[in-house]
């Protein structure tokens, strides 16, 4: 009968629809919240099928997890690695150190993965594979991942980085709070790294690296004031009134001019921390400081060619305590105006 034969061809399809709306059954636990191998479901007892649901994506090949699960890099790098046995290394290392990267490098929807020698680099969407020696002490292994060590992975940034952004990936290892690594520590890393690629920009940057910075902007403006041949200044050097009571350790010093820096970044818009900022400015003025704050704006050029107001700002206030530039000065060096005899203190100083 013509009815019942489309009725008879139409009940396979009508299955298949009912099987497809029906939810996936529960994975195994220790599946549920993290990547996963197929052959670590087959050894759950999870068949191909179910590795197959529509509620579970393979972020690369062998390899599944469930689509609720955010994508993060974390999550993204324990895929792979598991699948690959690769160390997570430069730009993915970097972000997971938590080093401070150019905002176009911080989101990268590829990931560096690193493959020791007799292996073969990873060839992947969406991953740079690398193939290169690491010694015991460049590996640190994690909870979830292997990456390259701090100071690895600020090595291997040598080859990808600007001269300036190498130089405050460096200052983060350094931080006054938490530090990486130490400076004897860093020095003798790159003692033993002369010859390999990379170490030449990497000596670049560690002429210029600074330990004990607050945050990056401190190293921008630093960097910024030095290229514009002003004298270098200290960083966070404590700063006290007469009576020897802490006052505050500005971001930046001239401690001979008494002059502090301070950067204010976005944080200090609001109104508790205003008003703590106007207070900390006020103390040091009363010691005999004369304080400098600079925002993003100040470190930006108004247009080509033209001098940041950072640099502007700061060599005013220089030149007003007594500091010259002088005649051809060498990168650092300082000069001070020499006192002239009877001239007018129109400020009755």
Not at 33 to 60: I, K, M, Y
Not at 187 to 194: E, N, R, S, Y
């Amino acid at each position: 009968h013509p009815a019942r034969a489309v009725e008879n061809l139409q009940a396979p399809s009508a299955r298949a629809q009912n099987a497809r709306m029906r939810p996936p059954s529960e994975l195994p636990p220790h599946l549920r919240n993290q990547p996963f191998t197929v052959a670590e479901a087959r050894t759950a007892g999870v068949g191909r099928r179910r590795t197959r649901a529509r509620d579970l994506v393979s972020p690369c090949y062998g390899v599944r997890a469930t689509a609720a699960t955010p994508d993060s890099l974390l999550k993204r790098v324990h895929a792979l690695t598991a699948m690959t046995g690769a160390i997570v290394s430069h730009l993915s290392a970097a972000v997971l150190w938590g080093f401070p990267l150019p905002q176009a490098l911080e989101n990268l929807a590829v990931i560096h993965l690193t493959s020791r020698p007799g292996q073969r680099a990873v060839r992947h969407k969406n991953v740079v594979g690398h193939q290169q020696a690491l010694k015991p002490e460049e590996i640190v292994a994690g909870v979830r991942v292997t990456c390259t060590s701090p100071l690895r992975t600020w090595f291997d940034l040598a080859g990808i980085l600007g001269l300036d952004d190498l130089v405050i990936a460096g200052d983060f290892l350094l931080r006054r709070r938490n530090p990486l690594t130490t400076i004897h520590e860093l020095d003798a890393f790159l003692a033993g790294k002369q010859g390999r690629a990379g170490y030449r920009r990497a000596m670049q940057a560690r002429s210029l690296i600074r330990a004990d910075t607050d945050s990056p902007k401190e190293t921008e403006l630093r960097l910024l004031l030095i290229r514009h041949g002003l004298p270098e200044p200290a960083i966070n050097v404590p700063m006290f009134d007469e009576t020897g009571g802490w006052i505050l350790d500005p971001d930046l010093a001239y401690e001979e001019e008494k002059i502090a820096v301070q950067y204010d970044g976005g944080h200090h818009a609001s109104p508790a921390q205003r008003r703590s900022d106007i207070f900390r400015d006020e103390n040091a003025r009363d010691a005999g400081w004369r304080v400098v704050v600079l925002t993003q704006w100040h470190l930006t050029p108004p247009g080509p060619g033209m001098e940041p107001a950072a640099v502007t700002r700061v060599r005013t206030a220089l030149m007003e305590r007594g500091w010259t530039p002088g005649p051809g000065p060498k990168p650092g060096q300082r000069h001070r105006a020499r006192p002239q005899a009877h001239r007018s203190d129109t400020n009755g100083r």
